[in-house]
């Protein structure tokens, strides 16, 4: 029965918390977007009961805005995750699940955003960028995530690893969601 629990409890908060810090990361590359390129941001929407988004006027640089958003989102947690694999962190695989997830996330988002012409990627089609460019992010970001998660099933009690993980992975994976659900609400209330 423990075993399980902490099975179920890593996979669901761990996705979870994967869930809510890709969209952080996400706007932050919008926010440091907008900075960089002199925009003001009006807006960074994070809630764990809402889609993110981030709204920026004065906008000079949309387009560098918007692809800010889903470059940052993907490739500051795979940079993380490779100085965590340098150092030699317990509990790499957390890192690795949590870059592949990001990389996932945000290619799959931009690859299936252009073929509706919605959200980042309408915006990016409509500043500029061709469909073909978006679904390379995509081609390159989805596979490249999918790479990370190979091999990972065992360290979330899947396969012959009948359930058993770390319970120490476990409740520091229920400890991040909590945190991040927490900054997310008091960031709603700040704003």
Known sequence: MSKRFHQILLMVSFVAFSWLAMQAVHELGHVLGAKMTGGTVIRAVLHPLALSRTDVSPNPRPLVVVWAG???GAFLPLVVCLIASLLRS???YLFRFFAGFCLVA????????SLQEIADAGDMLRYGSHHWQLLLFGLITVPLGLCLWNGLGSKFGLGQAKGQVSRTAALISFGLLVLIVAAEILWTRRS
Do not use: D, Q, S, V
Request: aromatic share 14%; glycine share 22%; hydrophobic share 50%.
């Open 106 to 113: 945000n290619g799959a988002y931009i690859a299936a955003g």
């Open 90 to 92: 317990p509990g790499l």
């Open 70 to 72: 889903p470059i940052f």
